[in-house]
């Protein structure tokens, strides 16, 4: 059974900052995995996804990687600013279109 | 990217009642949508897989004659949790498949439920 790992759980940063988010999930036959941003009592919001022959995207001041062998995924964010702070979701998918699981979250705060 | 839309975003209900919520997938057909929970603090949990046409599949732990699904269109998938309560109360999140988009999932915005 695949499971998901979100360290920190949270995190609490100045702004102008750079950081650094981790994913880890047990099971390293994933087909995609994706970061998500979830607002307080929103729903989510698709950030990037990285396919598993990929080892990276990037858009914006974000960007994602995937070390596929050894289950990790890091989610960079450059100069961090207030209005990025939010639950930060990661989700893998095993295969195509199939069910995402989810890992519990950092709960990210960018102060002014 | 692809647009869903759930309906309501929020609903207070007494103990006892049923409600009904929408996913509907308003720029792309969807065979397959998803039904998650999300308690506070925590993570999505995937409730049940809804598919046009079929039955839907639960996973398991989740009462499927609680949690009653139906995807009667290539559009439309509801949720309708029947005889709810308290402890019912939860953020309840649906996604849709499109496979015009190599199967990405996209998620509707949520629907807080509050059972008194």
């Known amino acids: 059974k695949q499971e998901v790992t979100q360290i920190p759980a949270a995190l609490s940063v100045p702004e102008g900052e750079n950081l650094v988010l981790n994913c880890s999930f047990t099971?390293?036959?994933?087909?995609?995995l994706q970061w998500f941003r979830q607002d307080p009592g929103k729903g989510l919001t698709s950030l990037l996804l990285?396919?598993?022959?990929?080892r990276e995207q990037t858009s914006g001041r974000l960007n994602a990687s995937l070390d596929k062998s050894s289950g990790r995924s890091t989610l960079y964010i450059a100069a961090s600013q207030p209005g990025d702070s939010a639950t930060y979701l990661c989700a893998v998918a095993e295969t195509s279109g199939s069910r995402l699981t989810f890992g519990e979250g950092t709960q990210l705060t960018v102060n002014p | 990217g692809a647009v869903v839309s759930q309906h309501p975003s929020r609903v207070i209900c007494k103990s006892g009642t049923s409600v009904k919520i929408e996913c509907r997938s308003l720029?792309?057909?969807?065979?397959?949508m998803f039904w998650y929970r999300q308690f506070p603090k925590q993570s999505l949990m995937l409730m049940a897989t809804?598919?046009?046409?079929?039955?839907?599949?639960?996973e398991q732990g989740v009462e499927k004659d609680k949690f009653l699904i139906n995807h009667a269109s290539l559009t439309l998938s509801t949720l309708t949790v029947t005889s709810a309560h308290p402890e019912d109360s939860s953020f309840y999140i649906c996604?849709?498949?499109?496979?015009?988009?190599?199967?990405?999932?996209?998620f509707g915005a949520g629907t807080r439920l509050s059972v008194l």
């Open positions: 720029d792309f057909q969807a065979t397959t």
């Open positions: 990285i396919q598993s022959s990929q």
């Open positions: 099971d390293s036959a994933i087909y995609n």
């Open positions: 996604s849709a498949r499109d496979p015009g988009t190599g199967n990405i999932q996209y």
């Open positions: 809804s598919n046009e046409g079929s039955k839907a599949t639960y």
